[in-house]
């Protein structure tokens, strides 16, 4: 396994402070085409808050500035994820623990590295915490041939978008990512990502709490 070392540092929202810089960056990223979304998404909302969310954050080392964002809503089966308050999944998602991928955004002019760091973050994550599916909602074409490269499958047959009240009302393809099978299916498709995501270590991304990081359950209130 190589090393690579980045531009900035990913890990996980550990203070009030770094989830309302997270915010900043949703605000600014979605403000221009989701403008009646702004000044709530400048704010924490309670899927934030809650005990099953791992907000993602990252930093531009040389300014300290917050440049990208992704949430991570994780449920054991049957405990539903956030866009499920808007559709019903089918049961071969709703029998598995399951993870919702929402609010990835990258500032304007950061590193082009970024967004792939941030589905990487993403995906360990989820394999850390024995998810078996990722799903996300992705509100155009563009982002759903983005997001099929990866692996996602459409979560209904039908492959019909569905409004989202968290999306701004606006629909979206609901798509679903197998953690299990995915570095199989990479590797076998020889995917251009397989290096980066599997077989590269990026020391600057750190997603769990070590001794020097590690800070009081609260570190998160409001």
Known sequence: MSTAWLSFRLGVARSSQDLHDACA?????YGHHLPQLKAALAQPDEVDRDPGTAVLLARD???????GTARVQRRAPRSPVELEHDVDLPDWLTARPRAEVSRLAVMP?????LRTMLVKASFLFCAANQIR???????????????????FVDAFEHGNPLPLAHGGGLEHRI?????????RNWFEGRHTLYTTIFETYHPDVTLFDTPETAQPAERIAA
């Open 25 to 29: 960056v949703r605000a600014a990223a």
């Open 175 to 183: 798509l679903a990512l197998d953690i299990v099978a995915t570095e």
């Open 133 to 151: 599916w990722m799903v996300i909602g992705a509100r155009s074409e563009a982002l759903v041939r983005i997001y099929q490269r990866l692996g």
């Open 61 to 67: 080392k040389a300014s300290g500035q917050p440049i």
């Open 109 to 113: 002019g950061a590193d082009p590295a």
